[in-house]
């Protein structure tokens, strides 16, 4: 057998140990990762309170966006009511749409992964637990003050997607776009947090011997998302950023008459919303094809046939975005490449589909509640899918677009493809944190509630759209034939109500969280979150040689508690767990993890008063925030990456590993690189829109003159660049001093400093005015671009001094001299790149 | 990051493709030269596919390794369906130029 990274595979064949393990390790296992109590409990970073806490919380902004579905029925279940008025209708939409879609739809897939993903990979956390912290608390905070907007009247009300011209200053004066603009960009930044924490959790910190091949499904089908997160997001952050500067500042990157365009926000927007579309179902997927092997009590047929499918759809999802564009007049071969994405991408779908139908029929499956759940979710999603083709088909799109055919449709795939899927997932897999399982009388009675109510609701909407009625519409006039499906759909969507509320029920009455007595295993899965577990995961950390180990190993859980795996006690006597290779997952080093800490919560706490009092135009205040995020998280992050006076731990059975690494098998390394894909997302949907709007505009382009500034530039980046390398090369060198290194990633800052001063001065001596084109506008936003990193650029450099100042720069290597060099790097050639775009785009005039 | 190259290649060539042709569109819109460069672009990545198919399809029956095996397999099936996807996306060029 080969090896990935020299660790020898017949290692494990040490596994199980055969000496007896004393109880004092469980004790201090236990201690270790005791979680605090009272007001304390706010430091929690375990995963399984934050997971929990996540979940909570996306399932109550459901209930929420939920409630305001509920009354926009009221208002429409017969022509002509007042239920609400007009400009209250039109918040209830848009917070329906975007409450479900940002704050729930996505957040409770991350919470769901934040939960499970630590057990089910044998892990004792995910890497990064501050990290999840942070993410939680933020969109804790951000998604409750977003949602609060509502009962000030200040909530949005421009649609879920947010088209200019009709959300610019002109047409949305108040402040409520602005909520979204600023609300929207802050929850995605924390979602883009967790998704880093999921995407290198999985990679990183599965047990030995879970190879790529033997990977529970829902953790590759996380894997995907959280990629798909890094790549999608960034568009809309940059969209919202852009919207912003038009509405605070005047410039005008979607203002037909200076040269801006509407369609790009489309463009933008849509390159997020149809891969969140399958962000969202992926996840859901993976549950399902979890379930559907333990509840069929077989083995999941087509295991790699899904592992393609959850790729594919990764990939093709970036490739449908136009076809919410159809009827914007796109030139007709154009429209098609979309269109025949849009179909190929139900290919992958459709393979998951045949594989959960294949499984349920070759299995003997008893019809309990998530069983329910997931056929159900089946048959509703393959209906959404086969509507989804027929908008796929630009003839029928531009009659069914912009009308309820299309709320249907949208509906049914959300639904059936990820809200029953989850409610499975609740059922399924509560016996992990509750004491007793739910009710299954009750659950029945939910599913049927839910299953009726949601055909009733949304059936009928494909024949009100078929009819003409458009969507977000507050009423409708006597006599137009949608009385009878409008009311249909009004009781429909009472009766999914009522299957919510009695599930409420159901977790009052049964659900008891708990960590340690559990009510286990109901339904007989086979992979290792059902292993018994603590605060610390479990007991010690299995060396898998199965896809379902706990059916083909019944003795794994005893030899798990009796400690005869991998890490059988704390071997720094600090948190920790197991870093292992991403592909064959051989153990690589010991990672020693962070406790709690008040710091994530503090960091979000101010983040969001910096994005929301800057809402309300409290810039004072705001400003004041700023400083204090950024001190909170600085100082979260200065207990990471100390050195270990240990520098190689026994982890069980002889076997010894580094408790410290650098380079690409560090965990840190594998986090800057997403976050540095991130920005080179951003950098290159700028790039996109830059070019975008000269192409539909070009008359509004000015040639610019002195291009010759861009050769000091580019050189100060280059030389930035050289210094860098230098710096990295005299931290391995024991002849430099400890400052050495430092002082030439300082200089280095500074040098990137000096190049950006001059690109922008120099920029601003063409006299291309932000506020009279739209190339003035993309130029000034790219340099602005550029200046956020590097302001990030100079916190980097102060923070490696401070840091170099009490000696915890480690020599020869070190990973936070990593991160900062790697970011610094990124920075100089992102910086080349804007001002070489800026000064050669448009050639001539 | 060899590995992922190949068990991600098919994708990454349909990707490529995809953007290919969508910049091909945008740049030529409604023109006959548009078509003609997506044909043509397609018949060449559907070339690139197939020489990367049946080189990892040779490289198969040298590994006797589980794991790689099982990458090799995904590999085949991802220049499968990336081949397939790329055929689809190069069909509107045919039908503009009918």
């Known amino acids: ?845 | 990051m060899h590995n992922w190259r190949n068990l991600l290649g098919g994708l990454l060539l349909w990707a490529a493709h995809f953007f290919a042709v969508y910049i091909i569109g945008s740049v030529f819109p409604g023109e006959r030269i548009a078509a003609v460069l997506v044909l043509i672009t397609t018949f060449a990545i559907l070339a690139v596919t197939l020489t990367l198919a049946i080189k990892a399809l040779r490289a198969r029956s040298d590994i006797d390794d589980g794991i790689q095996r099982w990458m090799s397999d995904l590999t085949l099936l991802g220049y499968l369906t990336g081949g397939v996807a790329i055929i689809y996306q190069g069909l509107p060029a045919v039908m503009f130029l009918l």
Request: glycine share 8%; with cysteine; proline share 6%.
């Open chain 1, 1 to 845: 057998m080969t090896s990935e990274t020299g660790f020898d595979p017949k290692l494990f064949d040490r596994f199980p140990t055969s000496e007896p393990r004393p109880q004092s390790e469980v004790d201090e296992l236990t201690r270790i990762w005791a979680a605090p109590r009272g007001w304390r409990m706010l430091t929690i970073v375990n995963n399984n309170y934050v997971g929990l806490w996540y979940v909570a919380a996306a399932f109550l902004f459901f209930l929420l966006a939920g409630v305001l579905a509920l009354v926009m029925r009221a208002q429409l279940s017969l022509p002509m009511l007042g239920v609400l008025p007009q400009e209250t209708y039109n918040q209830f939409f848009t917070m329906h749409g975007t409450v479900m879609m940002f704050l729930f739809a996505v957040p409770i897939m991350e919470a769901i992964g934040v939960m499970l993903l630590p057990q089910m990979l044998a892990a004792r956390d995910l890497p990064f637990p501050r990290l999840s912290a942070y993410a939680f608390w933020a969109y804790l905070i951000g998604g409750l003050c977003f949602f609060a907007s509502l009962f000030a009247g200040l909530a949005p009300d421009g649609g879920w997607f947010m088209y200019p011209p009709l959300t610019n200053s002109t047409y949305s004066p108040g402040i409520n776009a602005d909520f979204w603009l600023l609300g929207i960009g802050f929850i995605e930044i924390s979602a883009i947090a967790g998704a880093i924490e999921i995407l290198v959790g999985i990679l990183k910190t599965r047990a030995p011997g879970m190879t790529l091949a033997r990977m529970p499904l829902f953790a590759w089908a996380m894997l995907v998302f959280a990629g798909m997160i890094l790549i999608a997001f960034p568009s809309v952050i940059l969209a919202t950023l852009l919207l912003e500067l038009e509405r605070a500042l005047n410039w005008p990157f979607f203002d037909a008459t200076r040269g801006g365009d509407p369609m790009l926000w489309q463009h933008l927007f849509w390159f997020f919303g149809h891969p969140e579309v399958y962000i969202i179902f992926l996840p859901a997927a993976g549950l399902v094809s979890m379930m559907v092997s333990s509840l069929a009590k077989t083995e999941l047929v087509g295991y790699q046939l899904i592992v393609l499918a959850l790729l594919a759809t990764g990939f093709i999802s970036f490739g449908v975005w136009a076809h919410h564009m159809f009827t914007t007049g796109m030139p007709s071969m154009t429209t098609g490449f979309f269109a025949a994405a849009s179909m190929a991408v139900s290919i992958p779908a459709g393979i998951q589909v045949f594989s959960w139908i294949a499984t349920l029929a070759i299995g003997k499956p008893k019809y309990n509640t998530p069983t329910l759940f997931v056929v159900g979710g089946l048959v509703t999603f393959v209906m959404g899918g086969l509507t989804g083709v027929m908008v796929a088909m630009v003839p029928f799109d531009w009659q069914a677009h912009d009308t309820y055919f299309i709320v249907a449709h949208l509906h049914y795939v959300l639904i059936g493809g990820a809200v029953f899927p989850v409610f499975a997932a609740f059922y399924f897999w509560v016996g992990m944190t509750s004491r007793r399982p739910l009710s299954e009388r009750l659950g029945k009675w939910v599913f049927w509630l839910m299953f009726s109510g949601m055909h009733i609701t949304f059936l009928p909407m494909h024949l009100s759209g078929l009819m003409g009625m458009p969507r977000r519409v507050y009423t409708y006039l006597p006599g137009m034939q949608w009385e009878w499906t409008n009311m249909l759909s009004s009781i429909g969507a009472f009766i999914l109500g009522a299957g919510v509320v009695l599930f409420l029920v159901d977790l009052l009455r049964n659900f008891r969280f708990t960590t340690d007595d559990d009510a286990g295993n109901i339904y007989g899965g086979g992979t290792l979150e059902w292993l018994p577990t603590g605060l610390y995961s479990t007991r010690s950390i299995p060396v898998i040689r199965s896809m379902t180990p706990l059916w083909d190993n019944p003795n794994l859980a005893k030899e798990v508690e009796e400690g005869r795996h991998f890490l059988p006690n704390s071997a720094t006597g600090l948190r920790e767990t197991l870093i292992t290779s991403p592909i064959r997952a051989e153990p690589q080093y010991l990672q020693v993890m962070m406790g709690p800490s008040v710091w994530p919560l503090l960091g979000a706490v101010f983040t969001a008063g910096f994005f929301l009092l800057l809402t309300v135009q409290a810039y004072f205040l705001s400003l004041v925030c700023l400083p204090l995020a950024t001190f909170s998280i600085l100082r979260w992050l200065w207990d990471t990456d100390r050195p270990v006076h240990q520098k190689e731990v026994d982890v069980g059975a002889g076997i010894m590993l580094p408790t410290y690494v650098t380079g690409p098998s560090a965990h840190g390394w594998w986090a800057i690189i997403c976050v540095l894909v991130v920005a080179a997302m951003i950098f290159f949907m700028a790039i996109f829109g830059y070019l975008f709007v000269y192409g539909v505009h070009p008359t509004y382009w000015v040639v610019p003159t002195e291009r010759w500034w861009a050769l000091p530039i580019s050189v100060a980046y280059a030389a930035a660049a050289v210094l860098i390398f230098f710096g990295r090369w005299l931290l391995g060198r024991d002849r430099s001093t400890n400052w050495s290194p430092t002082i030439a990633i300082v200089f280095a800052a500074l040098l990137i400093v000096a190049a950006l001063a001059t690109d922008w001065f120099s920029w601003r001596a063409q006299a291309i005015d932000p506020e009279l084109t739209a190339q003035g506008a993309f130029s000034h936003a790219m340099l602005g671009l550029q200046g956020q990193l590097v302001a990030v650029v100079i916190l980097m450099g102060g923070y490696l001094a401070a840091r170099t100042a009490r000696g915890l720069i480690t020599r020869p290597r070190n990973t936070t001299f990593d991160v900062v060099t790697l970011f610094l790097l990124y920075t100089c050639a992102q910086g080349a790149a804007t001002t070489l775009l800026l000064r050669f785009f448009p050639v001539s005039g």
